[in-house]
């Protein structure tokens, strides 16, 4: 699964995007993929923050900075998840939205997690607490309403 969480400083409201490949992992293709369709829903300046993790390198990711000069990345520290309001997100859905669910298999869990995270799209203090559960809340919290 990969998520994207968005700050509006337009509409002030916390955003998710998310995307889910059931039988295989996200490589940088896939990443690319995923942040172009996000950039359809995005409009202006985007600024995308993320780790280092092997799928936010290489020639698919620089063909995308290269496509869309109104997106720049800026990269986590290293081994900094507490700094990463998506990761406050899959710890929401580990030990909340999935604790003691026993899936039949990978699509129930896959079901499960997706239903899960349309939730959660839908609810703005959802979205706002992964944000306040990590040092960026100073630094977002005038664009969160």
């Not at 700050?7 to 995923?34: K, M, Q």
């Not at 999935?98 to 979205?127: E, G, Q, S, Y």
Request: glycine share 6%.
């Amino acid at each position: 699964m990969i998520a994207a969480l968005s700050l509006s400083p337009v509409t002030r409201r916390p955003g998710l995007y998310f995307e889910a490949l059931s039988d295989r992992h996200f490589r940088a293709a896939n990443v690319a993929g995923f942040v172009r369709d996000l950039l359809r829903h995005l409009r202006g300046r985007v600024v995308l923050v993320w780790d280092n993790g092997a799928m936010h390198k290489g020639e698919s990711i620089r063909q995308l900075l290269a496509d869309y000069p109104r997106l720049s990345i800026e990269s986590l520290p290293p081994y900094a998840p507490d700094l990463n309001p998506v990761e406050q997100l899959w710890n929401h859905l580990k030990y909340g939205g999935l604790a003691n669910f026993v899936p039949r298999d990978l699509d129930d869990l896959d079901d499960r997690a997706v239903d899960w995270l349309i939730d959660a799209k839908f609810d703005p203090d959802r979205l706002r607490s992964c944000y306040n559960n990590t040092p960026l809340k100073d630094a977002v919290g005038k664009f969160i309403n």
